[in-house]
């Protein structure tokens, strides 16, 4: 795969699996591409917000807004250039704040094969 960069519109955003709320995501790198990686963008709506065990280990970067992540050690929140690491097996609980929040990740390996 050549070097590409990528922005927000060059994902597909759609309701993240599982979920009635406004929380969307959409890869733009992933197993399609022969990546070992899946790299994408996420949207959370105010105060929108999603329960999950972690089925890969995931790596949030927050672009706009806030949101907390809260797993068994507690709770952490993140605004804009902050970086929130979830490791794969840790039961978390994902919440915008109210002005919702705009994400970058990247999970190891690929989340929509090991949500199947």
Do not use: C
Not at 16 to 25: K, L, R
């Amino acid at each position: 795969m050549p070097v590409r960069k990528f922005a927000v519109a060059d994902a597909v955003l759609e309701r993240s699996p599982g979920q009635d709320g406004d929380v969307f995501a959409g890869n733009v790198v992933d197993q399609r591409h022969g990546a070992p990686v899946s790299i994408g963008f996420g949207r959370y709506g105010p105060g929108e917000g999603i329960e999950e065990t972690m089925a890969v280990d995931d790596v949030m970067i927050v672009l706009e807004g806030r949101l907390s992540v809260s797993g068994g050690a507690g709770t952490v929140t993140a605004g804009p250039g902050e970086i929130v690491h979830m490791p794969k097996g840790e039961a978390v609980t994902i919440r915008a704040h109210e002005q919702g929040a705009l994400t970058a990740y990247v999970t190891y390996p690929h989340w929509q094969e090991a949500r199947e």
